[in-house]
């Protein structure tokens, strides 16, 4: 084998590849940012009594994220207490896992034995964060994260069309007694920072943008924001992850909406329930 065309041949393969996200990257950001266009920003923030000097700060040079889909076994491990749980995988990137037996959680601190069990007992544990609570579902979702910073995404069609949950997620199902009986989990890998060149919407732009198109009116209280990342597909393969750096915000404890600290743009979550913080 010729080692130095085969070099030359990778290089050049990883160079379209980067050419590539970015175009996929730069194609969604393509609309111009709008933000505060019917009324002055300080009106805003002081209508819905934000104090901008006590909202989060962040570099406005952190770049983006690329990542890819873990589609290695993502089984318990040998070590784990839950290892002799019946797994079964879908598309080879979605892990379902049934317990044995429920695992107790503690009611008065289920967010605290929730994420005990997940470090204890799930494959990449530690790469996991507790995200939000389904009441009606009897869900908890965890969300993958990066230098302490969520991978927020949704959930996407599979090839059967039947939903998948976000390529970054793990959500814990729970029975009537709030005990754990299995759980779904998906996993990024290769997570990359990018570099870009273009300057973030700060907290007080993102309050603005959502207010701006009606989805924060001043009767509604903001209580919750953190920037993190939000994972797109690319639509040439959904083995790669864009995902740019982006504002979760939380209106009345129980609405969730994120926006792309780049472009503006915003996704609409479903209703968010609450659960204990002890």
Same mark, same amino acid.
């Given at each position: 084998?010729?080692?130095?065309?085969?070099?030359?041949?990778?290089?050049?393969?990883?160079?379209?590849?980067?050419?590539?996200?970015?175009?996929?990257?730069?194609?969604?950001?393509?609309?111009?940012?709008?933000?505060?266009?019917?009324?002055?920003?300080?009106?805003?923030?002081?209508?819905?009594?934000?104090?901008?000097?006590?909202?989060?700060?962040?570099?406005?040079?952190?770049?983006?994220?690329?990542?890819?889909?873990?589609?290695?076994?993502?089984?318990?491990?040998?070590?784990?207490?839950?290892?002799?749980?019946?797994?079964?995988?879908?598309?080879?990137?979605?892990?379902?896992?049934?317990?044995?037996?429920?695992?107790?959680?503690?009611?008065?601190?289920?967010?605290?034995?929730?994420?005990?069990?997940?470090?204890?007992?799930?494959?990449?544990?530690?790469?996991?964060? $507790?995200?939000? $609570?389904?009441?009606?579902?009897?869900?908890?979702?965890?969300?993958?994260?990066?230098? &302490?910073?969520?991978?927020?995404?949704?959930?996407?069609?599979?090839?059967?069309?039947?939903?998948?949950? &976000?390529?970054?997620?793990?959500?814990? *199902?729970?029975?009537?007694?709030?005990?754990?009986?299995?759980?779904?989990?998906?996993?990024?890998?290769?997570?990359?920072? %990018?570099?870009?060149?273009?300057?973030?919407?700060?907290?007080?732009?993102?309050?603005?943008?959502?207010?701006?198109?009606?989805? $924060?009116?001043?009767?509604?209280?903001?209580?919750?924001?953190?920037?993190?990342? $939000?994972?797109?597909?690319?639509?040439?393969?959904?083995?790669?992850?864009?995902?740019?750096?982006?504002? %979760?915000?939380?209106?009345?404890?129980?609405?969730?909406?994120?926006?792309?600290?780049?472009? &503006?743009?915003? *996704?609409?979550?479903?209703?968010?329930?609450?659960?204990?913080?002890?």
């Amino acid at each position: 084998m010729d080692w130095s065309k085969a070099k030359t041949l990778l290089i050049l393969t990883f160079l379209i590849l980067n050419v590539y996200l970015v175009v996929q990257l730069m194609d969604r950001m393509i609309e111009p940012r709008i933000v505060a266009t019917t009324a002055s920003g300080k009106t805003i923030l002081k209508d819905r009594k934000i104090d901008e000097k006590q909202l989060q700060t962040a570099s406005r040079d952190i770049g983006y994220l690329t990542a890819e889909v873990d589609s290695s076994s993502l089984a318990p491990k040998e070590s784990s207490p839950i290892k002799d749980a019946i797994t079964s995988v879908k598309n080879q990137v979605e892990w379902s896992v049934r317990l044995s037996k429920p695992s107790p959680l503690d009611s008065k601190a289920m967010r605290d034995s929730a994420t005990s069990f997940v470090q204890s007992s799930v494959n990449h544990g530690s790469d996991y964060t $507790f995200w939000k $609570f389904d009441n009606k579902q009897n869900e908890l979702t965890f969300v993958q994260t990066y230098k &302490g910073q969520p991978l927020y995404s949704t959930p996407e069609q599979s090839r059967d069309d039947e939903a998948m949950i &976000g390529p970054s997620l793990l959500v814990l *199902q729970l029975n009537d007694d709030k005990e754990i009986v299995s759980y779904k989990q998906r996993h990024l890998n290769e997570v990359v920072r %990018q570099a870009q060149d273009v300057t973030l919407l700060s907290a007080s732009e993102a309050v603005i943008q959502l207010s701006e198109q009606g989805l $924060f009116p001043a009767s509604k209280k903001m209580t919750g924001h953190k920037l993190g990342y $939000f994972c797109l597909v690319t639509e040439g393969t959904k083995s790669v992850q864009i995902l740019p750096p982006t504002w %979760q915000i939380e209106l009345d404890g129980e609405e969730l909406y994120f926006v792309n600290a780049i472009d &503006g743009g915003v *996704q609409t979550i479903e209703r968010l329930d609450t659960v204990s913080e002890k």
